[in-house]
């Protein structure tokens, strides 16, 4: 019977690589331990970072209030375990590089170092922009409409839902600069391509601020379509700067 020499290094390869990946796992759960038991520890601030962009108008107390006695801890676990898993997602994406860096190309390594923390980057300036602009703006409308009518009592669940999803996706929205570039670097999309799209954007972002934005008048929704428009154009740069420049000729 004659032995496949590759056979024992293969495999052995193989189980080395189980083994970094259990380790790198573990890592990353690590810093969901440690996220999520910190935001359990400070759970008052955060809490009170969140409702500061609704001041004291969500009820007549200030606060929001519950009305159900298990809604306040199962609000806090929730809290604490998206606390763990926006520690754990930089250390996962970092793993997830070093894992991947051997099988890619040198020129795939730099763009990557360039592209992850861009992506950090323009999600962060996403977030501050709906915590310092968008929710403060919204909130304050939806919370003076009709009130010589009817007393706002918020709950606490409906609160951190609207809060919480607004910060996000606008963090994600703000990510359109970077998915377009990588959409020209791949050569799915060119950035001619995106320079004929440009005459929809101001509809389409429109359209979009009113799908994000808690409320429907002119003011919220231009507050999330201007800056869409100029992310668009930051896009369309990003994507300029990476197309595919001409060969050139080699004289003989």
């Not at 590759?6 to 083994?19: F, H, S, Y």
């Not at 306040?72 to 250390?91: D, E």
């Not at 004929?196 to 979009?208: D, E, G, I, N």
């Amino acid at each position: 019977m004659i032995e496949n020499p590759g056979a024992t290094p293969n495999l052995d390869a193989l189980k080395r690589l189980l083994r970094g990946v259990k380790r790198r796992l573990l890592y990353v759960l690590v810093a969901f331990g440690v996220g999520a038991g910190l935001t359990w520890y400070f759970r008052t601030r955060i809490f009170l970072w969140i409702l500061a962009p609704a001041g004291d108008q969500l009820s007549p107390y200030g606060n929001p209030v519950f009305t159900g006695p298990t809604e306040m801890f199962s609000q806090t676990v929730g809290l604490a375990v998206k606390g763990g898993l926006f520690a754990a997602f930089p250390v996962a994406v970092y793993h997830a590089y070093q894992l991947l860096r051997s099988i890619l190309g040198r020129k795939v390594r730099r763009f990557l170092v360039v592209f992850i923390p861009s992506g950090f980057v323009f999600y962060l300036c996403g977030t501050a922009f709906a915590y310092f602009v968008l929710l403060p703006t919204g909130l304050k409308f939806l919370l003076q409409f009709g009130t010589e009518v009817a007393t706002p009592m918020v709950r606490i669940t409906e609160y951190m839902s609207l809060a919480i999803a607004m910060i996000f996706w606008l963090g994600v929205v703000f990510e359109l600069p970077l998915a377009m570039l990588l959409l020209a670097k791949l050569r799915i999309v060119s950035h001619k391509r995106f320079q004929k799209l440009r005459r929809y954007v101001p509809l389409m972002a429109f359209v979009l601020g009113a799908i994000i934005t808690p409320t429907m008048d002119m003011v919220n929704q231009t507050l999330v379509a201007v800056p869409l428009i100029l992310l668009y154009e930051v896009g369309v740069f990003l994507a300029w700067l990476v197309r595919p420049r001409p060969q050139k000729e080699v004289s003989p």
